[in-house]
């Protein structure tokens, strides 16, 4: 079972005018990744808008977006549904289709205990032909797993990466002790504060949603400290991103970047309803980032398409 490292991007759903999903402009974002050192993406993570998607939409976004599999990222799916036979089901489909792997989380809004969320991924592993991450985001679900239940988890051979999205920064440290056999990464936020004590603890990389307009600066932030010069690139370059970071999750995800990403022309399309994107002073603010970091003239983002 494959481990993934590095950058592991949580991409947007970009949708077309109508609302539709606009399959060339997953195109567009895939070869966006690859060509900026995204090693693995995630489609149809709480940055996909999963929630928001039909079943019948879904199913679609894997078949479509695997002919676009290249070889050079790994593709996960996000496959949690409402209960447990709902996720199996969702994740034998991306095997069928070719999957590298799934991400799953606890269903939303049934607020479950611990015990019955662990046997949740224990039950969906057991089931799946493909490596398996579970993500850990109890601000989206409000079922938190302890570092215990985790490293019991790690167990299972199914069971290759946990994303950490809690804000208890020590879970890091016992995570790390516990010395797993899975990939540790954690949520790029700057205001949880976990990607410094993951990295830095030997952690394998950042489960991301940045990288979708930053995605060559997070390569280098994710990348697993092998060297004293990787850890100095990793603190130059996450001191220098800390403004960017801070606008990405001004406000509940996806709603800046994928507000950023319509505004400088890269295929995003509207939020779904009933979100709405970032207008006036709010916006702005990512742009002035954009310029002021030098990021417009290296990605050669069209600035001027804010006033669309």
């Known amino acids: 079972m494959t481990k993934p490292t590095g950058s592991f991007v949580a991409m947007i759903t970009p949708f077309n005018r109508d609302g539709s999903i606009d399959f060339g402009g997953f195109r567009t974002l895939l070869d966006f990744q690859e060509r900026n050192g995204t090693s693995a993406v995630l489609i149809m993570g709480s940055t996909g808008e999963v929630s928001m998607l039909s079943q019948e939409e879904r199913h679609k976004v894997v078949e479509e977006t695997m002919k676009f599999k290249t070889g050079g990222m790994q593709f996960f799916y996000g496959c949690t549904g409402n209960n447990t036979q709902t996720t199996i089901d969702y994740v034998q489909h991306a095997a069928a289709a070719g999957a590298d792997g799934t991400i799953i989380a606890a269903p939303a809004y049934i607020c479950a205990p611990e015990a019955d969320i662990e046997q949740f991924f224990f039950n969906v592993a057991e089931a799946s032909d493909i490596p ?107 001191l ?63 600035l001027a398409a804010a006033a669309e």
């Open 132 to 238: 398996v991450g579970i993500y850990n985001n109890p601000p989206r679900v409000t079922t938190d797993l302890s570092a215990e239940a985790i490293l019991r988890l790690a167990q299972h051979p199914n069971i290759v990466v946990n994303k950490e999205s809690t804000g208890r920064v020590g879970q890091a440290a016992k995570l790390a002790a516990g010395n797993p056999d899975m990939s540790l990464m954690c949520c790029d936020s700057p205001n949880l504060g976990l990607v410094v004590p993951t990295m830095s603890l030997g952690g394998h990389g950042t489960a991301n949603m940045s990288g979708n307009i930053i995605p060559a600066e997070m390569a280098v932030i994710s990348k697993p400290w092998e060297s004293f010069e990787d850890s100095e690139n990793f603190k130059n370059m996450w």
């Open 240 to 302: 220098d991103m800390l403004p960017m970071l801070h606008f990405t999750y001004s406000a509940i995800n996806p709603v800046p970047v994928k507000s950023l990403m319509r505004a400088v022309g890269l295929p995003a399309g509207d939020l779904r309803r009933p979100l709405t994107g970032l207008q006036g002073a709010a916006l702005q603010r990512g742009l002035d980032i954009l310029r002021e970091l030098g990021l417009a003239d290296k990605y050669g983002f069209t």
